[in-house]
């Protein structure tokens, strides 16, 4: 029972907690605590393990943002690579509840009211499910997921576009890197895009996101061209959006997402540099759905 269960808590642990690390941590908790279970007195196994994990998750979560709020620079979800999948309506499902743009929008939310929402609106769980998960009244339920609602919006989770477009968005951003000229990249750009490099004071990144296109365009055609030019691209799918991991001869020293609009333009850029997310990625074995 449990096994089965497995790819669907490390899902929802992922996107409660924004660490796939931290999120298989939560599963193996939730693992031990059904190991000492009475189960012959589970009327039912998969609302038992749902309301355990996500119990679990929300007491991680609250303690990785006290933690977070003395992180040097500006964090980032740990980005994971995805199974491709093998249908447009797959893919689109895929990047539109895993992509990071969607991810940090989701850190707008106090821990129950994610867990709520999660739960309701991406994994379609029945509203008494939901609130017996949480420990809440169903009507206690109905307002967190509303007020999850509310604060997220419908423009602001990231547009899902198709393939060919990430990867012209993909190679724009690369050539203006590799030549230095933004002119090309400069055209895909909203004039609010967000620049974001997470290298968690372990290496050299930015310490604020870059705001506007005149600052990022800057950033990517002067400071990345510089040091970044020599570097080999691999192309990925990183949370269900195309992306790419970056290496310094045979050293992952980064990983590049991109979020776009409904209109196909560039909206933000997500650079992880920090090692310690960086770990794990290469490790095509290690995916989620």
Same mark, same amino acid.
Request: charged content about 25%.
């Given at each position: 029972?449990?096994?089965?269960?497995?790819?669907?808590?490390?899902?929802?642990?992922?996107?409660?907690?924004?660490?796939?690390?931290?999120?298989?941590?939560?599963?193996?908790?939730?693992?031990?605590?059904?190991?000492?279970?009475?189960?012959?007195?589970?009327?039912?196994?998969?609302?038992?393990?749902?309301?355990?994990? /996500?119990? &679990?998750?929300?007491?991680?979560? #609250?303690?990785?943002?006290?933690? @977070?709020? %003395?992180?040097? +620079?500006?964090? $980032?979800?740990?980005?994971?690579?995805?199974?491709?999948?093998?249908?447009?309506?797959?893919?689109?499902?895929?990047?539109?509840?895993?992509?990071?743009?969607?991810?940090?929008?989701?850190?707008?939310?106090?821990?129950?009211?994610?867990?709520?929402?999660?739960?309701?609106?991406?994994?379609?769980?029945?509203?008494?499910?939901?609130?017996?998960?949480?420990?809440?009244?169903?009507?206690?339920?109905?307002?967190?997921?509303?007020?999850?609602?509310?604060?997220?919006?419908?423009?602001?989770?990231?547009?899902?576009?198709?393939?060919?477009?990430?990867?012209?968005?993909?190679?724009?951003?690369?050539?203006?890197?590799?030549?230095?000229? /933004?002119? &090309?990249?400069?055209?895909?750009? #909203?004039?609010?895009?967000?620049? @974001?490099? %997470?290298?968690? +004071?372990?290496? $050299?990144?930015?310490?604020?996101?870059?705001?506007?296109?005149?600052?990022?365009?800057?950033?990517?055609?002067?400071?990345?061209?510089?040091?970044?030019?020599?570097?080999?691209?691999?192309?990925?799918?990183?949370?269900?959006?195309?992306?790419?991991?970056?290496?310094?001869?045979?050293?992952?020293?980064?990983?590049?997402?991109?979020?776009?609009?409904?209109?196909?333009?560039?909206?933000?850029?997500?650079?992880?540099?920090?090692?310690?997310?960086?770990?794990?990625?290469?490790?095509?074995?290690?995916?989620?759905?």
């Amino acid at each position: 029972m449990f096994e089965n269960r497995r790819p669907f808590l490390t899902g929802l642990a992922y996107r409660i907690l924004g660490s796939l690390a931290e999120a298989e941590d939560a599963v193996q908790d939730t693992y031990l605590k059904w190991q000492a279970s009475e189960r012959g007195t589970i009327s039912n196994p998969a609302g038992w393990l749902t309301a355990a994990c /996500t119990r &679990r998750c929300i007491d991680m979560l #609250r303690s990785a943002r006290r933690t @977070r709020v %003395d992180y040097v +620079g500006a964090w $980032l979800p740990e980005p994971i690579q995805t199974m491709i999948e093998e249908t447009p309506e797959g893919a689109a499902e895929l990047s539109s509840t895993l992509s990071l743009a969607f991810m940090l929008v989701l850190e707008r939310l106090a821990p129950k009211e994610r867990a709520a929402y999660l739960l309701r609106e991406i994994f379609d769980q029945p509203y008494a499910d939901v609130a017996a998960a949480l420990d809440v009244t169903e009507a206690t339920c109905r307002k967190l997921v509303s007020r999850a609602r509310n604060r997220i919006g419908r423009e602001e989770t990231g547009a899902v576009v198709p393939k060919e477009r990430q990867d012209a968005l993909l190679a724009a951003f690369q050539a203006a890197i590799a030549t230095g000229s /933004t002119a &090309r990249l400069a055209r895909l750009m #909203r004039e609010d895009i967000e620049l @974001r490099a %997470d290298g968690g +004071g372990k290496v $050299l990144a930015l310490l604020h996101p870059l705001s506007g296109k005149a600052d990022v365009l800057g950033f990517v055609g002067k400071i990345l061209n510089r040091s970044w030019s020599g570097y080999k691209w691999q192309r990925v799918d990183i949370n269900g959006t195309r992306g790419a991991l970056v290496f310094d001869g045979p050293d992952l020293v980064a990983s590049v997402s991109l979020a776009s609009d409904a209109q196909g333009a560039l909206s933000g850029i997500y650079i992880m540099r920090n090692p310690d997310k960086l770990a794990r990625l290469a490790d095509a074995d290690r995916t989620i759905r």
